[in-house]
């Protein structure tokens, strides 16, 4: 269950990245609200998550699948490039998210 826990926490984090970029600045009331709340789910539910799992997995996993995530919204809501060293260099990550799980 701390996995999936992670996980989300991971898509919260990718929610409050891309909340940031609507906020300008944090002046927009709404868009500040969702972020700030999307931050505060994502840090509780890596929270819930080191319950059981190892700080520096946990800590990894969340901030790998943030990454990747942010990568994608980027490029889906964006149209940020697509540069094959930039996916490559995403997929890296992702390589090193399945070795983290794969070695716990």
């Given amino acids: 269950m701390s996995w999936i826990i992670l996980f989300f926490a991971g898509l919260f984090e990718v929610g409050w990245a891309v909340g940031l970029k609507y906020t300008d600045g944090f002046s927009r009331p709404l ?3 969702l972020t ?3 931050m505060l789910i ?3 539910l890596l929270g819930l998550a080191m ?3 190892p700080l520096g997995t946990a800590y990894a996993i969340w901030t790998g699948v943030g990454a990747v995530g942010t990568v994608i919204a980027g490029v889906v809501l ?3 490039s697509m540069a094959l060293l930039r996916l490559l260099s995403v997929g890296l990550i992702v390589g090193g998210l ?3 799980k ?3």
């Fill in 31 to 33: 868009p500040t609200a």
């Fill in 36 to 38: 700030v709340g999307a």
């Fill in 42 to 44: 994502s840090l509780g």
């Fill in 51 to 53: 319950k059981d799992l």
């Fill in 78 to 80: 964006f149209g940020e």
């Fill in 98 to 100: 399945v070795g983290l």
């Fill in 102 to 104: 794969l070695s716990h």
